[in-house]
C-alpha cells in the first residue's frame, strides 16, 4: 500500500493510535514538518519523525524501522466484538468467499495487548504484506496457499507466524467456541518471529497532513458513507457527528474492549475482485483475489469531508491517492480504515 508526494512526511521524517486513544480513535495531535521542508526530507537530531503507517509522531527515526505486524481477524458476525482493533495503524477489510470480509489489522506505532479472534491467511494477503515486510500472524490457509505463504516468507519478503506451526504464540480461549477463540499478543508474536522479528526495515509511507486544509485536493462536505456489502450483517455505514467517525456494521457499532472504534481515515478502494478457481470450501463458495496495483478509483473521508478521486499503486510500493487535478490526497494522521470493495459498488 513509496510515494514521493508533496505532503507525504517520508519513512525517514515520517505513516496508516494516537498513543492517547479517545473513544478508540487517535487523540494525540502530531507535530508534523511542513511539505517540502528540510524536516521533511532528511532527518536530523532535532526534526520530528513519524509513523509511516500512522503519521503521528514517532519517538526516533530509528523506531520507525521497527517490523510490522499484521495479524488476519475474522469479521464474520459470530467474530464480533473483536480485539485489538484500536491499537492498530491500519486496517484493510478485505472481500474473502460467501460475500464476507476479514481484517488484516497492521501494528507498527504500538504492538496490540491482546489480539483476535485469528484466522486463516488467504491467497490475497499476497497482495499487501510484501510491501509492509511485516510479520503475518493466521491459524492456517488452504493447503494451496500454506504453500505460497510459506514459500513467500523463504524469500525473505516477510516473517510468517502460523498457529500450526507456532502453537506457543497463541491463547485458545473458553469463553468463545472455535474457531473464533485463538487470541495472540504481540509480545507472543514477535518472540515467535525470533531474530527476523528484530530487523529493521523501512516501510513505505502513506500520505498525511495534520489539517483537511493542507491537503490541496478538492473535497466536499459529507457526513455519511454507505459500503454496501451484501448481506444484512455485512452492510456497512459511517456517520460524521461530533468530530468523529461513528462506524455500524450489520447494524451495531464497531467496538473493541466495549468502546466504541472510530477511525480517522475511511478509505474505499475500488477494484477487480474474482474468483479463484478450485477454491471452493465446503458450501461451494469460492475464495477472491483483488488486482492491488495499477489504479482505479477511490472514495477518502477525513473531517467530514469526502474526496473522489483515483489509487494507483506499482509493485512493492505504497497506495498514492489523486483528486481529478492530480492534487494528493492526504490522510489525517491516525487510524486508517481501508476497504477493498468490487468496482461496481455505489457508494453515493
Known sequence: MSVACPLHVRAVAVVVAGLVLASCGSADVP?????????????????????????????????????????????????????????ADVILEIPVEGGITRYALVFQSQDPDRVGPVRSARQSDLNYISLLKAIVVHVGASQQVAAMVRDAAKSGAFVDVDEFAQAGAFERTTDRPAPYNAYTTGAKVRDAAGDKGKEK????????????????????????LVIPYPGGDQLTKYTFEGGVYHRVQGGKPTTDGGKEVTPDNVVVIKTDINEIAGT???????????????SGPVVILREGKRFDGTWSRQGNEMYKFADASGATIALKPGLTWIHIVPTAFSLD
Open 31 to 87: 507535530i508534523q514538518a511542513p511539505s517540502g521542508s528540510a524536516a521533511a526530507a532528511s532527518p536530523s537530531s532535532t526534526a520530528p519523525v513519524f509513523w509511516p503507517l500512522r503519521g503521528t509522531t514517532a519517538p526516533n527515526a530509528d523506531a520507525i524501522k521497527k517490523r510490522p505486524i499484521v495479524v488476519k481477524v475474522a469479521n464474520d458476525s459470530a467474530a464480533r466484538p473483536q480485539t485489538g482493533m484500536a491499537t
Open 201 to 224: 526495515v523501512d516501510i513505505p509511507a502513506l500520505a498525511f497532513d495534520p489539517t483537511v486544509k493542507g491537503t490541496k485536493a478538492e473535497g466536499k462536505d459529507a457526513t455519511a
Open 280 to 294: 471452493a470450501d465446503a458450501a461451494g463458495a469460492p475464495s477472491v483475489d483483488y488486482r492491488a496495483t495499477g
